[in-house]
């Protein structure tokens, strides 16, 4: 059973355009919420983090959403720009232990 | 080292042989994962190292993967009898220990196994 659902798999944007992915969780016991960034042939890198008490975080062009009461955290990001172009995780934490969303491969057209 | 450091990079096999894996954590970091990544696939969990004692192994898929941890410091991902579904990237990260800590798992760039 996935314990971090994501969506979409694959998702086209046009530049400047707004990218937003959204992930969902059941486990009551996560106590916090990365995304992270990975580009072909690299390791995923943290791209942004937030905690169940906060509802939202802003990191230059990259917010996450987090909607506590239903178990939701999105990825929103502004002004996409083809650099962006990666796969996308988001992540939930339990103890130490991290699981992941199975991805969503963001692809920002010129 | 300043990150995470997984050897080799790239591993091509034949099937039916050993092969292993070694993953370098950041020093100091007492937890330490391992994650499979099928090609265009999410990240698979495999095992997760508190120290050296591993209290999740549930992600294994088979008695043909085992992992070890020296200490605080280099762990090892063998797979015995490989088989070319076990064709993928392995990736190792490393945190913190801390529940309370606001502790992200740094990724090694990965082994890329290939089973011919």
């Known amino acids: 059973q996935q314990q971090v659902k994501q969506s979409p798999q694959s998702l086209i944007v046009q530049k400047g355009g707004i990218s937003i992915i959204n992930c969902a969780y059941e486990?009551?016991?996560?106590?916090?919420f990365p995304w992270y960034q990975q580009f072909p042939g690299k390791g995923p890198a943290l791209l942004i983090a937030?905690?169940?008490?906060?509802s939202e975080k802003k990191e230059g062009r990259f917010t996450i959403s987090f909607n506590k009461s239903a178990k939701q955290f999105s990825l929103h990001i502004m002004d996409s720009q083809p650099g962006d172009s990666a796969t996308y995780f988001c992540?939930?934490?339990?103890?130490?232990?991290?699981?992941f969303g199975s991805g969503t491969k963001l692809n920002v057209k010129p | 080292g300043a990150g995470v450091s997984q050897s080799p990079s790239n591993k091509v096999t034949e099937k039916g042989k050993d092969v292993e894996l070694r993953c370098d954590p950041i020093s100091g970091h007492t937890a330490l994962y391992w994650y499979r990544q099928r090609l265009g696939q999410g990240l698979e969990f495999l095992i997760y190292?508190?120290?050296?004692?591993?209290?999740?192994k549930s992600g294994l898929p088979s008695d043909r993967f085992s992992a070890e941890r020296t200490g605080e410091s280099v762990s090892t991902l063998t797979i015995q009898r490989t088989q070319q579904e076990d064709s993928a990237v392995y990736l190792c990260a490393s945190s913190l220990q801390g529940a309370r800590m606001n502790t992200e798992a740094f990724f090694g760039q990965g082994t890329r196994l290939t089973v011919v």
């Open positions: 486990n009551t016991a996560f106590d916090y």
């Open positions: 937030i905690r169940p008490d906060v």
């Open positions: 992540a939930a934490r339990d103890f130490n232990k991290f699981y």
């Open positions: 190292f508190q120290g050296n004692s591993a209290p999740d």
